[in-house]
Every structure is written in C-alpha cells, then in structure tokens.
C-alpha cells in the first residue's frame, strides 16, 4: 500500500478496499516509527489528520470524492496552515499558530486531500541540505548519514521514506528540484504565477514558487491539477483557463526535441551523476526524442546574481519578524532598537542572517547599482539566453544537482560550496521557467535526478514527457534499503 | 542682509476609498484600534499586497487635473526602514518611476483686488501606503500600535520649491486641498490627518542662485500651523546664519503648543532606505484607453470654471475665485443662476456670498447642508430683482425661507403681505403724512443736512411697514421738500 | 572587494540584527567569500540590457475597491508578543 501512487491509492479508495482512515492510520503509523530517525516533520497532528480522513470517508460515501480524496499528505512548514504551528523552521515562528490557510492549502484540502503534518525544511528555505533548521537537521531516508538536500528536504527524506505518499515543496533556486534528485523522487516547480504564493511565506518573491513532490509524473501532475489556480489574492498569480496537467501523460515522444546544454555537462558535473544522465537521455532517444545540442551561455551567472536578488528579497520579506506583532520576542532588551535587534538575532540562525546581511548590503546606498541593478540585468541575459534555446529544442534536459547526496556537515560550513549545489537549478527560477527532476539511475549506490526544463506554461508537456520515460524505466519505484 | 525664503511641500492626500490600497480592509476613520487591520496590513507571514484599482483612478484624476504626464508604465518600490508602527518592516510607495510627474498649480496670494497670481510647478505625484499610527500615552512606559491606519491609500504631491513666503506656502497649500476636493479624491479632513503637509523650508542671501540647506518640518495637519512653523523656522534659520553658524539638513516636529520646532530624535541617525522594486508587484500599466476614460468624468476645473463666471456672468475675479472655493460652492451658484436668469447672476452671487456664507458660517454648516435651495434663494433673487420686494425685504424673506417658513419666496411673500408697494397715490400720502409729522427734520433738511432726510425716508419706510418702493420714495420725498 | 568589520556593524545595524564581535569577524569572513563568487557578475557588460525584476514580463491586476475584509484583532492578537488594549505594545516609541 504504502509503495501505490496516487492513482492507485485513489482507485483503491474508490474500490472500497481501503478507507481514507485506515489509510491515514497507515501512514501515521509508519511516521510514528520512522520520523525519530529521519527528522522529517516538524509536527504532526494525528487527530486533525483522522479528523480529515474522516471527513474524506464521508464525502465519499456522499458520492462526491475527487481523484485525490482521502489520501495523506503533507505540507512544507512554510506554507500557513490555520490552527497549526507554521514555523518556517525558525526559532523566530517557533511558536506561531496560523491564523489563516495558504490558497495551496486550502486547494489540496478542497481535493479532500488529508493533511498529516508539516515537514521539516531550511529554516525560512535557504539552504541545499536541510541543515539549517532550527528543529534539526533531516536525514536522507537512503543514508541517514547524508543530507536529503533543501530546503524541501523534510518533503523528500518524508515521501523517499514512504511516510506519506506525497507533499508539497517550493522552490525558490531549486529546493525541489535538487532534494528531489537527492531523494530519488519526482519534483515539480511550475511556472512562476501558476501556483498562488499566498500563505506561502516569502523567501524572494519574484522567484518563489510552489509545486508538487511525488514519486511519479503521473503523481505530480495529479497534485499540480490540485494546487494550480487562480488566486486574487496574490497579484503575481496567472489568471490562465484551468489546465488538465495530466492531458498529455499518454502522448508519445516521437519526434521530441530535447535541448541538452553544453554548459551542464561541464567541468564540477560528478562522472557517475553525467554517466547516468547520458544513460536517461539515450532512453528518450529510444522513445523516439531527439537530442540537439543548445547553449545557455550566461549560466555560469546563474549563481552569483541568484546570490544577490535572492537575499536582497529576502532582506525584505524577514524584516516583518520584529517581535512586534507575532513571532520571537527577546526576553530581555532595553530600548525599541535593542528589542529589534536582540529578537532577530535569537530568532533567526545563522544562514538566515548571513542572508539578510548579503541583501542588506547590496541594497544600501552606493551598492545598488553595482550589485542589485547589475544582477537583475545578468537575470535577463538568461531568460533571453532560455528564450534563444527554445527556438531549436521543446525542452531542455540535464542534470539536477552536480552531484549525488553529500555527508551531513560535509559543506555547512562552507556556504558557497553549498550554494554552488544549486548551479543548475536556479536559471530556470531566474527566468520563471517550469522544472522538474525525475529519478534516473544511481551513482554510488545512491539516485541521480535528470532535471526537465520547459518553455513558460509547458508543464503538462513535461510532465507527459517524464510519465512516458517513467513509463520504461523503473528508477521511480526504487525505494530506500531497509523499508 | 536680505534673506530670501525657499518653501517646496510634500503634501500626504488620502485618497477617498472605502478599502485599503493593498488590502481590502476598511478605511473608515475612528474605528478601535487595530478592528480594521486586516492580515495584509499587520503584515502576517505569507501574505500579499493587491493594489486597490480606485487609487489608481485617483491618481490619474489628480495627474490630469494639474496637467502632469501619466506615466504609460510605474513601478512600486519598497522603502526599507524599521518602526513599529510600518508592520511588513518597508513601505510601498514609488520611487524611480511615479505615476504622475510633472504639472502645475496656479495660486493667488492674498485678498480680493490685491492678490497676486503665481504659478508652482509640481514635482510628481505618486501612491504609497500611510503607516499606522503610535500612541505614547503610558502603558506601563511602553506605546501603543494602532495599525488601523496602516495601508490607507496617499497620493504624495511633490512640488518644486517655488514659493518664497509661508503666506505663499498656505496659499498653495489652500490651492492644492481645494483641487483635490474639487476632484473628489480626497475628503480634506485635516483633523482626521486625511490632507497633510511635510514642508521643506530654506533660506539663502537674496540674490544668491544656490540653495541654502533645507530642514523639513514633518507633518503639518492645519493651514495655521504650516503658516506658523515655517516663520519659526524661517526665524530660527536666519538666526543661526546671522550669528555665523551652519544649517544641518533634519528633519523636524513643529510643537502648536510652543509654536516651535525640533529635530526628530528618531531620524538622527542617517536613513538608508534601500529602495528596490517591489516583487510582489509588477509594473502598473496605464492605458491611454483608462485616462480617456477618467478625463471624460473630470469636472470643470476650478481655474477654467472662474475664468467662465467672469467671461459668462461679468463676475470680478475675487467674486469667481470666492465662488469657485468648492466645487459644491459652484454648483450651488450655477444652479441658482439658472433658476434666476442669467442677467441676475451678479445679484445671485452676492446672496451666495454674503447673506448665504454668513448664515452657514454662524450654523457651523457646509454649502451642501444649506438651508436654503439654489433654486428657492433665485426665486427671492428673482423677485427683488423684478421690484415685487425691495433688498431689505428680501432679507426677511431669506431668513423665512432658511426657517422653512415657506416653500419659495413667492409664499412668503403673499403670506406676509411683504410686496413692495410701488403704487404712487399710496406713497405720496405716506409721503406728505412724514412730512406733515417731522416738522423738525424738514427744517433741518433744508438747513443742508443731508442726514435728516434720511430719517425722513426711515418714517416713510416705517410707516409702510417696509413695503414701499425705496427708490419712488427717495424720489418724491426730495421732489416734495424741494419744491 | 572586501567588508570589514565596519561594515558588517553598519549592515547590522540596518538589518536590525544583533552582533557580537566574533560573529562579526566570521561573518565579515564568510560574506568575503560570497561576495568573491557575486563579483564574477562584474567582468559582464550588460550595457542597454533592461533589469529584470520579475520572473514574468506582464502588467500588475488591480482589485476593485470593496471592503472584504472583517474584524480579526482577537485571533490576529491571540498570537502577539504583548497587547493591552486591542494595541500592539513596544518600547516607548521616541520621535
């Protein structure tokens, strides 16, 4: 049961040989027994979850259950979840209880979706390794030695581990994509706007989005049907006709075009993550795809202007955490300034305020042309660089992360070889492009991600595309040792 | 030395909406505290601003009002800073890219025939969201956050620094807050904070083409007040000049109660605001279809509709520039003109100005609470205009009229037996009866003293109960005493 | 380029972010090396490139102005640090 897709586990549901109850009871059951170990939730609320499951059972007995109804799920604990703590994996939220539901909630609950817990992530999302988080660092259901990557790292190490069969991520510079590759999963980041960010709390704005965490395509796609919509509250968010994600899982590839950068299978790419690579792409050339050599010149930018607008956002956004109206007050201070100052620095960790000292920096007087204005233009290079590629190829394909998990500690204290992690993931947030990361094969014993990367809005073509490939091959279905 | 005064204002109109301009929040003055702050404007985590259309319309109202540019594309930006009553830790505003530059305002300083025009140029105009607000009364040697206010909608008008006298500062001031009640988007209420002005006082050797260093005097809330905070400060500045030291650029409070002004302690340390786009917010796109389509609901301005009042109704300038105060205050004119007939504008508009102002100014009352109709107040214009009453009994029956002792001034006058007696048999008995009773007056008039034949009139009007046509009885009077 | 110490006090103090002297010598030391990988930006010409701020190259939606929001301050302060009387309180507030 716990190995099933969504579809399955749907159509069991609808077959009446489990209820979303027992189900939930299942799932419970195993978090409760392997969570301990792997850190992956930050809470877990087993009542509210049978009280959900419930509910489910009985929307189904009322004949109105969806695809999705009754089966478990879990959040990132950064999307707001009323009445449960949100804490962003921040002292600073150690103690917040929403008081609202983020629209990706309220969407999956609107599906009947039961929601078990929130997991665990970089605190506020900035990190590659989950090691950042003020509730502890996760482990990597394949080697609890390793990091499970972030910052949706407590959704990975929780669906890898078979404690819920599915989550949802956001993905600010590829924090689905790359814990997805590291965990042997299914990740989606749409297209920036097709997920709504309200109630998601901001990391960069103009770069956050949230998406699917699956095994499968078939999987991601059932959830994007879920979570995608319109929503007014967000102004950034696509007023776009509502879109079957899942139209296009049966299309073949004959005759696909798939891009394959030069510069991802360059120099710090791992021999055995480009050995497995090579070996995904020659399946979708058995499939029918063609390959074609394209070139995203300016992606050896991608990091150092990621590593100015991102923190230059996130200067921003944290600044509301002042211990005024919510969040983590010091309990000593003396005058208005030292209570500011005193609750952030106890509030925040490390990673978080070495980020908010980057984008308070190059925002100040005499920087911001030099670094902010500077960055934002190399950000058009790239998106113009994706756009010339797009003229020779439907998708573009290459590796998610350079290489496989890596030893907990091995880079936290080196945070540029940690953002480095990143190098091929965050082009795709910079230009507001959909990506993926599909499980395709092993390097030392542990799973390499092939990351997809399509055109604005062609998220059904990728996830048809990634279906089809998971269709011959078996990466998906292999499960951690030991479950 | 001879010092010249350099005044430019920062004025803060809140716009006249019922929500909030990031949140639909009510806008409402006087609510308990912190009832009408909603999620958005106490900045909880997740949550998004969506900007309010109505301010925008606003905006393009006021720019097309003062002949600025609207700018096709703006851009919000947030202003950095940390206060507790600016929740989210920034403001948004607009910075590089407002959405009206350029423009004018043309003023008149001083008093009827005496005042002179000028015209100030304006800066730009852009939209930003007003903070909440402290209050310092003690708890427990705390303040208290009232975040009702946070997230009303502003326009901030920014002139050039024109003016060279505080008087020319009220005038501009007096001219801008009737512009933007004349356009509606904007109550004026000053009390209520609703219009308020950040003045930018310098001084320099006249003559002299540099600018002296300006200090800004914060948030003035009456026309008073600015008037007696920039002669403080305009004293205070050439004081220290005098005794040979330097001004420093700061910001200051202006005290009503001492009449003086002192630097603000919370902007001694230098601000570095840290202004970027905001990513929650794309460019605001103004059409060419959306100003059409406000210019076509714009009112007649006040400038073109005095201009009419003197071109149409032979009205002097002081006469049109009175009547052109509000734009209610017009309305009210034109619609009793209509009534009355062209020809008796001028007499219309002395009843508007003299007996209407002085009664609404005694009952505290604003031109639209008159108790008295445009069309009721031409009836009366209209009847002592064709002889039926004389001017003295006009004003009787302009009182019964605002008593609602009658429907028109026709009533009145039939109920009251006011008619003007205009019969010359019935005013010469009346006559020869005063002259036949005051010898001592006759003997005095034809002493040379105009005064006693005065009082001879006053017997006649008397006797008449006031109703005898003034002019036939000057005229037989003075026939009969000559003769 | 390099921060010293100054600076990391200066953007602290911005930031509103309390540190000690150790962690301003470490973080002056770790932002180095960050800002060594940010300046690769520098070596590019982006001359007549237009910034891009937002992922998406669209207009901003408007909502109309309508009143949807209603009274929360019970839950809203339910979750606050420390109130009295329906108000946020902080240290005193100096002008």
């Known amino acids: 049961m716990i190995n099933l897709s969504l579809s399955e586990l749907g159509a069991a549901l609808a077959a009446g040989k489990i209820s979303s109850v027992e189900l939930t009871q299942l799932f419970l059951a195993r978090i409760a027994r392997e969570n301990p170990r792997l850190n992956a939730f930050i809470s877990v609320d087993e009542e509210r979850a049978l009280g959900a499951s419930r509910a489910a059972d009985k929307r189904r007995a009322q004949g109105n259950a969806g695809p999705l109804t009754g089966i478990p799920l879990a959040h990132k604990d950064i999307f707001c979840t009323q009445g449960w703590r949100t804490t962003c994996a921040s002292r600073m939220l150690e103690n917040f209880v929403s008081p609202y539901d983020a629209h990706v909630v ?18 506020f999302a900035m990190g590659s390794s989950n090691e950042t988080s003020y509730f502890g660092i996760v482990k990597n259901p394949w080697d609890d030695k390793l990091v499970p990557g972030g910052s949706s790292g407590g959704s990975a190490a929780a669906i890898a581990a078979r404690l819920v069969p599915a989550a949802t991520g956001t993905d600010t510079g590829g924090s689905i994509r790359q814990p997805a590759a590291l965990c042997g999963l299914t990740g989606l980041k749409p297209t920036y706007g097709i997920c709504s960010r309200y109630g998601m709390i901001a990391f960069a704005s103009s770069l956050d989005q949230a998406g699917p965490m699956a095994k499968s395509a078939e999987d991601c796609a059932l959830m994007l049907n879920a979570m995608a919509g319109f929503d007014t509250r967000d102004s950034t968010s696509l007023d776009r006709p509502v879109e079957n994600y899942a139209r296009l899982l049966g299309e073949p590839l004959a005759g696909l075009r798939i891009g394959l950068p030069r510069e991802y299978f360059a120099e710090g790419l791992d021999a055995g993550v480009h050995a497995a690579v090579d070996a995904a792409l020659e399946q979708f050339r058995k499939l029918g795809a063609v390959t074609v050599d394209v070139s995203l010149p300016n992606s050896g930018l991608a990091v ?7 923190p230059a956002e996130a200067s921003s956004n944290l600044s509301r955490f002042d211990g005024v109206r919510y969040g983590h007050r010091a309990a000593e201070y003396g005058d208005l300034n030292d209570m500011y100052c005193r609750s952030r620095a106890e509030g925040f960790g490390p990673e978080v305020k070495r980020r908010i000292l980057i984008g308070t920096y190059v925002l100040s007087h005499g920087y911001y042309d030099a670094y902010y204005v500077q960055a934002q233009k190399i950000r058009r290079l790239i998106a113009d660089d994706f756009k010339a590629a797009f003229q020779h190829c439907d998708l573009i394909m290459g590796p998610t992360a350079p290489d496989v998990a890596f030893p907990l500690g091995a880079k936290s204290s080196d945070p540029v070889q940690m953002y480095l992690n990143d190098i091929y993931t965050i082009a795709a947030n910079l230009a507001g492009l959909p990506g993926m990361s599909i499980p395709c094969g092993f390097a030392r014993n542990l799973p390499v991600g092939l990351q997809i990367v399509g055109p604005w809005f062609d998220e059904a073509r990728m996830l048809g595309t990634a279906h089809q490939y998971q269709l011959h091959t078996d990466w998906h279905r292999s499960m951690p040792p030991g479950l | 030395m001879q010092w010249e005064v350099v005044i430019g204002l920062e004025t803060h109109a809140q716009l006249a909406t019922e929500s909030k301009i990031f949140s639909g929040a009510a806008t409402a003055f006087g609510a308990a505290p912190n009832v009408q702050a909603c999620g958005v404007d106490i900045a909880l985590p997740g949550v998004l601003p969506v900007l309010n259309r109505k301010a925008v319309d606003c905006a393009i109202r006021f720019g097309l009002a003062v002949g600025g540019d609207i700018a096709p594309r703006s851009v919000f930006a947030r202003k950095n800073y940390f206060y507790p009553d600016l929740p989210k830790g920034y403001q948004i505003s607009q910075y590089e890219a407002p959405v009206v530059s350029g423009g004018s305002l043309s003023i008149r300083i001083g008093q009827g025939s005496d005042a002179q025009e000028k015209t100030v140029r304006l800066t730009r105009a852009h939209l930003e969201e007003d903070a909440g607000k402290s209050l310092h009364e003690d708890f427990q040697g705390k303040s208290g956050i009232d975040l009702n206010r946070a997230g009303t909608p502003l326009l901030e008008i920014v002139s050039e620094p024109d003016m060279r006298s505080s008087a020319e500062a009220v005038a501009y001031a007096r001219a801008l807050h009737a512009l933007v009640r004349w356009i ?16 930018n006082v310098s001084v320099r050797p006249k003559g002299a083409s540099e600018f002296g260093t300006r200090r800004e005097i914060k948030n003035l809330n009456s026309f ?3 008037q007696q ?10 004081g220290v000049l005098e005794d040979g030291g330097k001004i420093q650029q700061a910001t200051v409070l202006f005290n009503p109660d001492t009449g003086e002004t002192r630097a603000m302690r919370s902007k001694e340390d230098a601000h570095d605001y840290r202004y970027f786009p905001d990513p929650d917010l794309l460019p605001l796109v103004i059409a060419p279809a959306w100003k059409d389509q406000v210019q076509a609901a714009m009112p007649e301005l006040p400038d073109a509709m005095r201009e009419r009042f003197g071109r149409d109704y032979g009205l002097s300038a002081y006469d049109a520039a009175t009547l052109t105060a509000t734009l209610d205050l017009a309305r009210y004119f034109e619609s009793c003109v209509a009534a009355a007939g062209r ?38 214009v209209r009847r002592v205009g064709d002889g039926t009453i004389s001017n003295a009994i006009g004003k009787k029956v302009f009182d019964a009229l605002c ?5 028109d001034a026709d009533a009145i006058i039939e109920a009251q037996g006011l008619r003007q007696v205009n019969d010359a048999g019935a005013i010469e008995a009346l006559v020869d009866a005063a002259i036949a009773g005051n010898p001592k007056s006759v003997e005095e008039f034809r002493a040379g003293k105009e005064k006693a034949f005065q009082a001879l009139v006053g017997q006649v009007m008397k006797a008449s109960k006031g109703k005898a046509n003034p002019q036939q009885v000057n005229e037989l009077l003075r026939k009969k005493l000559q003769g | 380029m390099s921060l010293n110490l100054e600076q990391v006090f200066r953007t602290a103090r911005l930031a509103r972010l309390a540190v000690s002297n150790a962690e301003a010598e470490r973080t002056a030391a770790q932002l180095n090396d960050i800002f060594a990988l940010i300046e690769q930006m520098q070596a590019v010409n982006t001359r007549g490139v237009e910034p891009m701020s937002h992922a998406v190259d669209l207009a901003q939606r408007l909502r109309d102005d309508q009143v949807t929001e209603t009274d929360h301050r019970a839950d809203f302060q339910a979750i606050a ?11 005193k507030v100096i002008e």
């Open chain 2, 343 to 380: 020809e008796l504008a001028k007499p219309c508009a002395n009843w508007v100005m003299v007996d209407l102002a002085a009664r609404l100014n005694r009952a505290e009352l604003d031109i639209a609470q008159s108790p008295i109709s445009a069309v009721q107040l031409a009836g009366l």
């Open chain 1, 106 to 123: 309220e969407q999956l609950a609107a599906a009947g979706m039961v929601l078990v817990g929130k997991t665990n992530m970089d605190e």
């Open chain 2, 224 to 226: 008073r007040f600015l």
């Open chain 2, 403 to 407: 008593n609602g002792e009658g429907a």
């Open chain 2, 229 to 238: 905070a920039i002669d403080y400060e305009v004293q205070w500045q050439i």
């Open chain 3, 81 to 91: 640090p420390e109130t009295e009387a329906g108000l946020y309180l902080v240290p």
């Open chain 1, 304 to 310: 150092p202007a990621y590593y100015v607008i991102a």
């Open chain 2, 184 to 199: 509606g988007i904007c109550d004026g209420n000053m009390q209520e904070g609703s219009f308020r002005c950040d003045a």
